[in-house]
T-cell receptor
């Protein structure tokens, strides 16, 4: 039981490039989330999903897109990366009370 | 979701109890108090949650005042591995959108 996994762990992008971050969970959870965390701050919700095939906007959705084609996977896409998107990205999943977080992806946009 | 107020930092001696306060004076009747912690660069980890009764698990105890306007997380015998940022969050169960503040940096010292 791996819990929540994220790939890649690190990535450096040039401004304007695109990429997709993958989150996978093996706990059969309905809900999945993408957060970003900037230095010295708490996590902010980007997008979330309440079930397969659904997505919704969180607090800071601009510049990101998501897809939940399979229940176990939640993809976060950056179509045209900007330096302001340099951050650590955390994925989480939950069934009811507690959210389980992945180890994070550290993204740098130059 | 109600806003929470936590001290920015606290120190605790190893082996002693760590008492982390949280104010949530605007909490509504159906909102729970959740505590998470984040050890350096890792994803947040669920600790405990409660509605109005005091709660205890293998990690910590949660004391909620009778008027529910504040709470205290207690780590009974703090160790160096408990050094982390501790987040107090209030939200509706099944609302599924955690709102993280800046949290409290707990430093456990030998």
């Amino acid at each position: 039981n791996a819990g929540v996994t994220q790939t890649p762990k690190f990535r450096v992008l040039k401004t304007g490039q695109s990429m997709t971050l993958l989150c996978a969970q093996d706990m059969n959870h309905e809900y999945m989330y993408w957060y970003r965390q900037d230095p010295g701050m708490g996590l902010r919700l980007i997008h979330y999903s309440v079930g397969e095939g659904t997505t919704a906007k969180g607090e800071v959705p601009d510049g990101y897109n998501v897809s939940r084609l399979k229940k176990q996977n939640f993809l976060l896409g950056l179509e045209s990366a900007a330096p302001s998107q340099t951050s650590v990205y955390f994925c989480a999943s939950s069934q009811s009370n507690e959210q389980y977080f992945g180890p994070g992806t550290r993204l740098t946009v130059t | 979701d109600a806003k929470t107020t936590q001290p920015p930092s606290m120190d605790c001696a190893e082996g002693r109890a760590a008492n982390l306060p949280c104010n949530h004076s605007t909490i509504s009747g159906n909102e729970y108090v959740y505590w998470y912690r984040q050890i350096h660069s890792q994803g947040p980890q669920y600790i405990i949650h409660g509605l109005k009764n005091n709660e205890t698990n293998e990690m910590a105890s949660l004391i909620i005042t009778e008027d529910r306007k504040s709470s205290t997380l207690i780590l009974p015998h703090a160790t160096l591995r408990d050094t982390a940022v501790y987040y107090c969050i209030v939200y509706m169960e099944y609302g599924n959108k955690l709102v993280f503040g800046a949290g409290t940096i707990l430093r456990v010292k030998s």
